[in-house]
Every structure is written in C-alpha cells, then in structure tokens.
C-alpha cells in the first residue's frame, strides 16, 4: 500500500513538473518587447508621443511620420487619427489628404469608410469628391466598384491600394519613393 502510495505522489510529481514547464515555455513564447517613448527627435518609433518625424504607431503631435492611431499629426501614414495634414491614415477625421480608412472630413485620401471627403481612394463612403473607391456614394470622380451618384470611373478592388512604388503622396503600404509619408 505504501509503495503505490509513494508511485501515486511520485506520477503526480512528475505530471505537475510537466505542466510547470510547459507553461513557462508557453509563457516565454507570448513575450512582446514593447517601447513606449515620448519626445524622440526621430526614430523607429512606437506607442510615442511629441515626436519630431518617424516611422510611429499610437502617437500624437508628430511632425511627419509613419503612424498609427495619432492626432493632430503633419502628414504621414497614419492610421485612427484626427486632425492630419495629409497622410495615409485609417479612421481619422479631418484630415488634409491621405491614404484614409473610416474617416470624416478628409481632404483627399486613400479612404474606406469615410464621410464628406475631398478626394481619395476610398470603400464604403459617402459624398467624397473624387476617389479610388468601393461601395460608395456621391463621388466627384473615381476608381469605383459597386457605387452609386459617382462622376467617373472604373475598377475594383485596384490599383490604388498597397505595395506600390513612385508614387506621389499617401495612400501606400509597403511603398518606395514617395514625395510624403512613410507608408505600411
């Protein structure tokens, strides 16, 4: 009796270690170094703030940059802003221009889901100006699939998009050459 006592504590010893070990492992996998600055000159930033021009995410009265979820930023590739100069951004409001997705009041753009808009490349928006867009209404003029009200226009789901080089200004991801804005 003692013996498959003492077998019984000894599996169970060995079964907890297992356990113990595996999720240290599992805990060592999900490690996320993380980098959370303020008041960089310019940088590869992330989670910043007052920052000068840099690639950036999550920041707010950047200069010039390739940003994430900012406000009030010059321009850049941004991304849940408000307040941009122009910029590639995704759900801003007031922006100048930009590559945009679910904005308001944007100049020109690359937008999806936007209102009120100057002209960009936009999905799912209404009374934009001109625009590369999908799902819309009340465009200027664009590049359109599945809209209604729109000046001109031609494609879906296009060119205006992603992996792009030599292009103007905004509305990139993964762009080289571009006269502002560094994109994703």
Do not use: P, Y
Request: aromatic share 0%; proline share 0%; glycine share 8%.
């Amino acid at each position: 009796m003692k013996k498959l006592l003492f077998s019984t504590a000894l599996v169970l010893s060995i079964g907890a270690l297992s356990t113990s070990a595996i999720a240290k492992t599992n805990a060592i996998k999900n490690t996320i170094s993380v980098s959370d600055k303020k008041n960089t000159g310019s940088a590869d930033v992330n989670d910043k703030k007052n920052t000068g021009s840099a690639d950036l995410s999550d920041k707010k009265n950047t200069g010039s940059a390739d940003l994430n979820d900012k406000k009030n930023t010059g321009s850049a590739d941004l991304s849940d802003k408000k307040n941009t100069g122009s910029a590639d951004l995704s759900d801003k409001k007031n922006t100048g221009s930009a590559d945009l997705s679910d904005k308001k009041n944007t100049g020109s753009a690359d937008l999806s889901d936007k209102k009120n808009t100057g002209s960009a490349d936009l999905s799912d928006k209404k009374n934009t100006g001109s625009a590369d867009l999908s799902d819309k209404k009340n465009t200027g003029s664009a590049d359109l699939s599945d809209k209604k009200n729109t000046g001109s226009a031609d494609l879906s789901d296009d060119n205006d998009l992603s992996d792009k080089k030599n292009t103007g200004s905004a509305d990139l991801s993964d762009k080289k050459n571009t006269g502002s804005a560094d994109l994703n």
